[in-house]
DNA sequence: TTGAAAGCGCTACCAC
DNA sequence: GTGGTAGCGCTTTCAA
């Protein structure tokens, strides 16, 4: 350490007086700091966290349609949750580094983290057995409970599709058709689960269609294709994500009006949903609540070093707006 | 390091078995990697990163409105800007952290970071001085020119500007409209003054609106004020980021269509502009060709260790879609 | 009030 | 072929 040269101190010395530690008079202490504001110097941080014990990095990744070469910072829901929780972590002191979705797993080995959030997982994820097995706690979906170093933090999708078919009905939809997402993930099995229940409970036939990849352009040729084919339904729930104005765009390409001619709810958390004309009724999964109740889960994990396995389970919130509201007619 | 002992060797020889150096009987090799497994061991990478002298770790973030409480991820430029450095990053060995825009400047100084990227940074930014006196290698745009530790990628706004100027004028357009970020960054500054040149050029008074703040919100309220005062202009150039399917209905609100009575254009990165009714025209900053070109500057200057300041020029793109061209009447 | 020494976990070097 | 030792840059004892 050559600022300790150059002030003429130890190292020791200058290190008690830049981090404020120890017992030094004034005078030196300012000397040193001094000493080491005009040399440039900047601990090395790669040090001081070894000598720690913790890495203060906490790994992100969203897992969802893990083989599709897509960005999830595309969706606004991920991109939402991959911001609030990088966000909640900076004010608590750790930095979150950012993971595609696609690498190779031994990626991540060199990787100093204290913890990884793996969003929405797989089936049998690998990434969470191996992390596991490493030791480092992970955090993401109910599957993982009751496994040492599994955090969760869940979703009642059940709920969550069920206001919304109910308030459909209440509206007085019928056939309600499910764009659904087709993944492993609990978010598409457990609403897909919940919407075939919601059905044979009231006797109705099902209508569901699957995207088989993210984006737009997949969720919009299902509703095109929906649309195509016989009498238009009496309503559409994208339960995959989906621009919401584009939905209203392809009713109307097929001369039906929103809401007058088919009712439509989108699981978005889009802003522009409440934009555009008419504004649209979403599911909106609370990323934000999500990324809160995950990283107060994690940073009681890190910092009390409880080891206790625990899960939070968020709400949903249904934004109902014009599209979902069939006009009362007198 | 209690492998070692468990396989009845020493530290040195596990590393190097594990690590695939050194000359080792295959067998030791074997022993030593089986032992390791079955003990669930991981190297401390905190520790190899010390060995080693670098960070492996880029630091990311923002700079645009830095003192608005918003998330640049919701920014589609910004959120491809972000996950392809991230990934390309990855794929040269290379992990990115995200920092969030307003974060207390002290918040990086304990971060292991080899350099960090600062995308559209204000005017003489306090963080560019930061990282660059604490010998930390900068990559942001072309204001670092010349500065020891600086290096950019920037883009040829004026071209870019009148590309879409241009192309608005070949389709009649001669009441341009631009709705402009209010901003420091160099894309709010020098794309101003190129509209302002532009119009001086062809003596043709320049009708530009500012929005304060970023996110679809406040450029659709600018949109609605110019198309609320006087009769409707030739045409709308959005420059700051909007939902492009929101600037039609802005439009159509006022009773116009896109584009027989204004064309439109947007600067915009989101996929749905290709998607929707009509397909809107967009300039792209083309956000993953400034990654590429950020992340090769990136890695010569880290790996080659090569000192000298560097910078590239990166293309815009223009897609002409059906709301910016004129039917023609026959 | 200050400083010397130990050690965080790892790997490169050079003896054996 | 294998293993002891030194040292990456820092902080935390503990002795002076």
């Not at 969470?128 to 999708?157: C, H, K, N, S």
């Not at 934000?288 to 889960?297: C, T």
Request: glycine share 6%; aromatic share 6%.
């Amino acid at each position: 350490m050559d600022v300790a040269r150059e002030a003429g101190l130890s190292k020791t010395t200058v290190s008690a007086a830049l981090n404020g530690t120890g017992r030094l008079s004034a005078e030196v202490r300012a000397h040193a700091r001094e000493t080491a504001r005009r040399m440039g110097y900047r601990p090395n941080a790669t040090a001081r966290l070894l000598r720690a014990g913790h890495a203060r990095l906490i790994g992100f990744t969203a897992r969802e349609y893990v083989e599709a070469p897509w960005s999830y910072l595309e969706s606004p829901y991920l991109s939402e949750l991959t911001h609030t929780t990088a966000q909640l972590a900076l004010e608590h002191g750790y930095a979150m580094v950012l993971l595609p979705n696609c690498s190779p797993r031994d990626e991540w080995t060199d990787l100093p983290v204290d913890a990884v959030i793996l969003a929405d997982p797989e089936a049998d994820d690998p990434l969470v057995d191996d992390f596991l097995a490493a030791g480092i706690p992970v955090f993401t979906d109910q599957r993982v409970e009751g496994r040492q170093g599994g955090y969760w933090v869940d979703i009642d999708y059940d709920a969550a599709m069920r206001s919304v078919l109910d308030h459909l009905a209440a509206q007085g939809a019928r056939d309600i058709v499910l764009i659904a997402p087709q993944n492993d993930s609990q978010w598409a099995q457990r609403s897909m689960d919940s919407y075939l229940a919601w059905c044979g409970e009231r006797g109705i036939a099902p209508h569901a269609v699957a995207t088989q990849r993210p984006g737009n352009a997949a969720v919009l040729k299902a509703a095109d294709e929906v649309l195509s084919e016989g009498p238009p339904p009496d309503a559409l729930f994208a339960l995959a994500e989906v621009s919401p104005p584009l939905m209203i765009d392809v009713a109307r390409k097929h001369g039906l009006s929103v809401p007058d001619d088919v009712l439509l709810v989108c699981c978005s958390e889009d802003p522009v949903a409440a934009h555009c004309a008419p504004p649209v009724t979403t599911l909106s999964m609370q990323p934000s609540a999500i990324a809160a109740a995950g990283m107060e889960l994690l940073l009681d994990a890190l910092e009390s070093g409880n080891v206790e396995p625990a899960g939070r389970v968020v709400p949903t919130r249904l934004d109902v707006r014009a599209s979902s509201l069939r006009k009362t007619r007198e």
